[in-house]
């Protein structure tokens, strides 16, 4: 990830900025009073930082920083113009090392930007500096000299608790609110909201003038402070099914996130917005619904500008590829067929040529519907928007069948694709309880996750084997899959695997080739299992009629069911929401079954996994009735 610190002003914006933000006396007062503050440090940010400190480091960075001489100082101090405790990533501590060999040491704090902690061959004592949001945001000018390279290391944020220490779960907490507070346009401008301009009162019979609560209610406006709790179970042993604790004794601790919605203040002009939609990554179900849902939220914001964006990423860049106009007409009935009406892609994208093509557009928000990859993309794209300090929001809605995205309930497109999947399921069942010696095989998506094989296992309650990336298994010897295959024919003269995709890679050849956005390319289980089953019962000389149904494609180009139709809706007009609510580099999602918003990073650390430990997994056993296969 490159974090330029250098970029331009959109003129239009800059302009605009500076007049609805009143950069006059009231920023200049707010100058002056942060101006006093720099000398001193503040206790609590000095407390936490140190808190935080690992020498963990994972990922590396690259990093232009404009070097700064802090007045009084004695000391060469690097100076951080515009990193905010957003573009610090989800790494609570980044490490940069200047040409020199100073050291610094950034972290994000709840609240304020950024803590700095220096040391060099000139200042030996390493010092935790906490400097102001102005000097974050503007530096110190009169200083400022060439931007110099540097390497930055990213230091896991994970807290390191002691349990004895009776105030670990106020850091525990405090530490998580930091990791889940929503990035905000007025990290980088000072900007006052206005009233928003989004009511549903024209399609209802006024109850009444003057009565405010009551437009409100109407309205169905969301508290910035209301929150949504993630979890409800309080695990009273480590060894309950699907326990997560934090401490030995799985004490409750409260997890709550931003609840989505409509906010009675915005902060963008809607007839000054120009909006952008872009789907990118595989299909699923439901993309049109999302777009759809979109334009009519926008419109009802009053945004006259709104655009599709053709072919993923790729359309911002690719000569030829023509933005699209959206209005309420022209979507209309996209819903009622599934893929994207824009077109989607894998790979090509170049941030800084995002960027660079969303400031020639005069884009103000883009509404990026995608998976974990095209999340990372909208995340660095926000980072980037930060960095040259544009006025664009950017936020995702996540879309992928295999329903690997962290903290979600579900992503929208799944519960379709399970119902796909199970029809497929029951015409592998057809055919192998109608052959003598049937067996089925059905091939289902899912990289990493079995989330698809598992769901549709458990809806279609006709499979004997289901076989998931999570839970390795082997195939031959006693305890192995071809056994147990023989088992069910001996004793109910049939029976229907359900493999995903992602399953027993270990088992296969490694082909170290990767699609165009990086993903990797699995060997293809669901072939190698066909060729084993033939042989394995050609060798022990009994018949077995094998059906091999791969439906993968069929799954995901269908159009949405009723009840992802319905979360498409939700989470295409939460994203609008969330967009005139001033957020960047948010999803929107349904945890718990509550509509919320959360930060990009959050969300994309890894996919969403089967636990093995769950319930829900332990029911999909109950119900094939398969044995351990080890
Ligand atoms: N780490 C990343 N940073 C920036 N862009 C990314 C990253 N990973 C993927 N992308 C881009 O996001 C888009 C979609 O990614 P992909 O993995 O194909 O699908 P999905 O979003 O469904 O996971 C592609 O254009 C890809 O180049
Ligand atoms: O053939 P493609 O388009 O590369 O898609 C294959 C992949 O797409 C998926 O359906 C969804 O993946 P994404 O969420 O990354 O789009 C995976 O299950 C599957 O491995
Ligand atoms: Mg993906």
């Not at 990922?59 to 920083?65: K, N, V």
């Not at 929503?182 to 401008?189: A, E, G, M, S, V």
């Not at 917005?273 to 872009?278: E, R």
Request: hydrophobic residues 35%.
């Amino acid at each position: 990830m490159a974090l330029s610190l250098a970029g331009g002003h959109h003129p239009r914006r800059a302009a605009s900025c500076g007049r609805r933000s009143g950069q006059t006396a009231s920023l200049r007062a707010k100058r002056e009073t942060r101006r006093d503050d720099r000398a001193g440090r503040s206790p609590l940010a000095l407390s936490l930082a140190r808190a935080v400190v690992s020498d963990d480091l994972s990922s590396f960075y690259t990093i232009r920083l404009m070097q700064e001489r802090i007045q009084g100082s004695g000391a060469d101090r690097p100076e951080a113009p515009y990193l905010d405790r957003h573009s610090v990533t989800r790494s609570a501590i980044v490490e940069l090392r200047l040409i020199s060999g100073q050291t610094v040491s950034f972290m994000s704090l709840s609240g304020m930007t950024v803590a700095l902690k220096t040391s060099s061959s000139s200042v030996t004592q390493q010092q935790w500096w906490h400097p102001t949001r102005d000097q974050c945001q503007y530096g110190l000018r009169k200083f400022r000299q060439r931007p110099v390279l540097l390497r930055v290391k990213a230091i896991s944020g994970k807290l390191d608790l002691d349990f004895s220490d009776p105030s670990w779960k106020q850091k525990y907490q405090e530490d998580w609110d930091r990791r889940f507070s929503l990035p905000h346009i007025t990290d980088i401008y000072d900007l006052e909201p206005r009233t928003t301009t989004f009511s549903l009162k024209k399609n209802r019979t006024p109850l009444g003038d003057g009565d405010v609560s009551s437009t409100d209610m109407r309205n169905g406006y969301v508290n910035k402070d209301d929150r949504a709790l993630l979890k409800v179970i309080k695990y009273a042993s480590p060894n309950s099914a699907g326990a997560e604790c934090i401490d030995p004794d799985c004490s409750w601790v409260e997890h709550w996130v931003h609840r989505a919605g409509p906010r009675k203040e915005i902060y963008y002009e809607p007839e000054e917005v120009k909006a952008a939609i872009v789907t990118c990554g595989g299909l699923c179900p439901g993309l049109n619904d999302v777009i759809r849902q979109i334009v009519f939220t926008l419109e009802t914001y009053g945004v006259k500008n709104i655009v599709g964006i053709p072919f993923g990423y790729r359309g911002f860049f690719e000569k030829g590829l023509k933005e699209m106009p959206l209005s309420r007409d022209v979507v209309e009935n996209i819903n009622l067929s599934g893929g994207s009406f824009l077109g989607v892609s894998r790979g090509g994208a170049k941030t800084s040529e995002i960027v660079d093509s969303i400031q020639a557009r005069r884009i103000d928000m883009l509404f990026v519907i995608g998976g974990n990859g095209s999340h990372a993309g909208a995340n660095a794209i926000h980072e980037e928007c930060r960095k040259r300090k544009l006025k664009v929001s950017i936020v995702a809605v996540p879309k992928t069948i295999d329903n690997d995205i962290l903290f979600m309930d579900k992503t929208f497109g799944f519960d379709t694709a399970v119902e796909e999947a199970q029809r497929a399921i029951n015409s592998a069942y057809i055919e192998a309880r109608s052959a003598y010696h049937g067996i089925g095989l059905v091939k289902l998506m899912g990289r990493s996750s079995g989330f698809i094989a598992m769901h549709a296992s458990l809806s279609s309650g006709q499979i004997d084997v289901c076989l998931i990336p999570e839970v390795s298994f082997t195939l031959d010897g006693e305890h192995g899959v071809l056994q147990h295959l023989e088992h069910l024919l001996n004793t109910k003269g049939f029976c229907v695997i359900c493999v995903a995709e992602g399953a027993g890679q270990d088992l296969l050849q490694k082909s170290n080739a990767t699609d165009a956005s990086g993903n990797v390319i699995l060997s293809d289980f669901g072939v190698h299992m066909q060729q084993k089953i033939k042989k394995h019962f050609k060798d022990i000389g009994v018949p077995a009629d094998l059906k091999y149904i791969d439906p993968t494609y069929m799954v995901r180009a269908c159009r949405a069911n009723a009840s992802d139709a319905i979360l498409c809706t939700v989470l295409g007009q939460n994203a609008v929401h969330g967009a005139f609510a001033g957020f960047s580099g948010i999803t929107s999602g349904v945890c718990n079954t509550h509509y919320v918003y959360l930060p990009i990073p959050e969300v994309i650390t890894t996919p969403k996994h089967v636990n093995p430990n769950s319930r829900m997994w332990h029911r999909c056993l109950t119900s094939t009735g398969q044995p351990d296969f080890h």
